[in-house]
């Protein structure tokens, strides 16, 4: 009851002002978690829509020399290069997660498909990829089915894993992690206050939008909303472990890149469980 009632307010409180992110939003009861270092991978900014890849791109660079090397069995982490990385990007391709092209470098993309996998397998999400997940990634499981019978094309976000499932022809055709409300107090520049919860239920996709778009709460990268103008499942250049957001499914920058491109607007279903 006392979620329902959360939702209700933050649906009110958005409803005309859309949940764009704030680098520094002002909750006014529970504080927003604060976001570590900046990551470097996907935190560069695109200038205009036409220059985010229209599909997962497949080029590859050249690791650098100053990078340490990784080797088979060693614990992974991010900023090592090699062969061992090459092969971590090309089985969690193979998965459906997204780790960007397979160039042996184990940057931003490569690790928010790490967490993404971590989360489905139920391991505690973290910067390395140790033995347990190297023991996970050779006999994983599939996500956890929301709705059975949803559509065979369909959007399952759930927010306890804080993890988006894609399925296409009934089969999974993307995972990613996410992040959802985080559940701080905030008033919106645009006028009205809210708890930052994002909304459970069955929606359908409305409409898209090419990227950045700028709203009351500040802005958001190729958005697809799911409840009018107001919510949405968009880029950003903060997509940490943590909810965060307003109350929109936040998606990585790379994801977010193509992923409109999987999604028609309008009339996909999107199904959010808690």
Same mark, same amino acid.
């Given at each position: 009851?006392?979620?329902?009632?959360?939702?209700?307010?933050?649906?009110?409180?958005?409803?005309? =002002? +859309?949940?764009?992110?704030?680098?520094? /939003?002002?909750?006014?009861? &529970? $504080?927003?978690?604060?976001? *570590?270092?900046?990551? @470097?991978?996907?935190?560069?900014?695109?200038? =205009? +829509?036409?220059?985010?890849?229209?599909? /997962?791109?497949?080029?590859? &660079? $050249?690791?650098?020399?100053? *990078?340490?090397?990784? @080797?088979?069995?060693?614990?992974?982490?991010?900023?090592?290069?090699?062969?061992?990385?090459?092969?971590?990007?090309?089985?969690?391709?193979?998965?459906?997660?997204?780790?960007?092209?397979?160039?042996?470098?184990?940057?931003?993309?490569?690790?928010?498909?790490?967490?993404?996998?971590?989360?489905?397998?139920?391991?505690?999400?973290?910067?390395?990829?140790?033995?347990?997940?190297?023991?996970?990634?050779?006999?994983?499981?599939?996500?956890?089915?929301?709705?059975?019978?949803?559509?065979?094309?369909?959007?399952?976000?759930?927010?306890?894993?804080?993890?988006?499932?894609?399925?296409?022809?009934?089969?999974?055709?993307?995972?990613?992690?996410?992040?959802?409300?985080?559940?701080?107090?905030?008033?919106?520049?645009?006028?009205?206050?809210?708890?930052?919860?994002?909304?459970?239920?069955?929606?359908?996709?409305?409409?898209?939008?090419?990227?950045?778009?700028?709203?009351?709460?500040?802005?958001?990268?190729?958005?697809?909303?799911?409840?009018?103008?107001?919510?949405?499942?968009?880029?950003?250049?903060?997509?940490?472990?943590?909810?965060?957001?307003?109350?929109?499914?936040?998606?990585?920058?790379?994801?977010?890149?193509?992923?409109?491109?999987?999604?028609?607007?309008?009339?996909?279903?999107?199904?959010?469980?808690?």
């Amino acid at each position: 009851m006392r979620r329902a009632l959360l939702i209700l307010l933050a649906v009110l409180a958005l409803a005309v =002002t +859309a949940c764009g992110s704030l680098s520094t /939003p002002s909750p006014a009861v &529970s $504080p927003q978690p604060t976001p *570590s270092a900046p990551r @470097s991978a996907s935190a560069s900014r695109p200038t =205009t +829509a036409s220059s985010a890849p229209a599909s /997962p791109p497949t080029s590859a &660079s $050249p690791p650098t020399s100053a *990078s340490p090397s990784a @080797s088979a069995g060693q614990v992974l982490e991010p900023g090592m290069t090699g062969p061992a990385v090459t092969r971590l990007q090309e089985r969690l391709a193979a998965l459906e997660y997204y780790p960007g092209p397979a160039d042996g470098q184990f940057g931003t993309d490569t690790l928010e498909a790490v967490w993404a996998f971590q989360e489905v397998q139920g391991l505690p999400a973290q910067d390395a990829v140790g033995p347990a997940m190297q023991r996970a990634l050779a006999s994983p499981r599939l996500p956890a089915i929301l709705v059975p019978g949803g559509g065979s094309l369909r959007v399952e976000v759930n927010l306890a894993d804080e993890v988006l499932v894609l399925y296409r022809g009934n089969e999974v055709a993307l995972i990613s992690h996410v992040s959802s409300g985080g559940g701080y107090y905030y008033c919106s520049p645009g006028g009205g206050c809210g708890y930052a919860v994002t909304p459970t239920g069955n929606f359908t996709t409305t409409t898209y939008m090419p990227g950045w778009v700028t709203v009351p709460l500040g802005e958001m990268y190729n958005p697809v909303f799911f409840i009018d103008t107001a919510y949405a499942i968009h880029g950003d250049t903060y997509v940490p472990l943590q909810p965060v957001s307003h109350g929109c499914v936040r998606i990585p920058m790379d994801i977010a890149a193509f992923f409109h491109t999987l999604v028609p607007a309008p009339g996909t279903p999107v199904y959010i469980r808690d």
